[in-house]
């Protein structure tokens, strides 16, 4: 729900990224005061900024995975986990695509309940599973999915916020289940953004609420190896995922101790 609250925000934006015209209504009551608790403790009234722009990195990750879906050459698509996105309905997806959006049994629910009768651009599967814990690569195939097919896999908003053992499982089971060839995505932060001082504020929100970060590494290329994935990280900021909006410094991989976040996609070997 706070991402559906900051999409909801950054749809409203007139040099907006990217629109989501579902956002607001995945947001609830409650996303609004999510999202202010966080511009709270990012945007302070009496001290210079010291966490990163919550708003500006969720619209860059969102255009930034939005694009790579919008070019995949595969015709199987997974967003596991789903959340409130609304990408089945607001993109323009190349025919003969079918996506298949994996989460939970009460996200899903609470998802189908707002979209009602709402008619998805693209052949949509729902499967309600939980990553961690289900046989989900057993549920998938059910559902219709061709672990002979190539595809591509989206795990946007999920690694950081597991165990390290259930990041190697997810990771384990996604490899044994696509093909060669497939495009595997995510978004990890870096090991210091679990620990640093100027990290506290925003940490323990998340916390607070219940879903503290749990994972980081700073190799996010091996990580994916250690999976058969060729993989390369960009950290928003960098060329090719600023869209004009990171506002602070990218300081280069060799300085230690700052906090990163890196958009890691690579080609399943």
Known sequence: MLTAALRAAESRRPDRLYSDPWAEAFAGDIGPDLLAQIRTVTFPSDAPRTLPSTPDYNAIRTRFFDDLLMHTPHRQVVLAPSGMDSRPFR?????GVRVFEVDRPPVIALKESVLGTETSTVDRTVVAVDLRIDDWAGDLIAAGYDPGTPSTWLLEGLLYYIPEPDVHRILAGVRAITAPGSTI????????????PNMRGLLDVFAGWGCPWLFGTDHPEALFARYGIDAVAVQPGEPD?????????????????????????????
Not at 91 to 95: A, E, I, T, V
């Open 241 to 269: 995922a600023d869209y004009g909006r990171w506002p602070d410094p990218v300081p280069p991989r060799s300085v230690t101790d700052v906090r990163r976040v890196f958009f890691v996609h690579g080609t399943r070997e």
């Open 91 to 95: 993109l323009s997806w190349p025919d």
């Open 185 to 196: 995505a995510a978004d990890v932060v870096n090991a210091a953004a679990l620990s640093l």
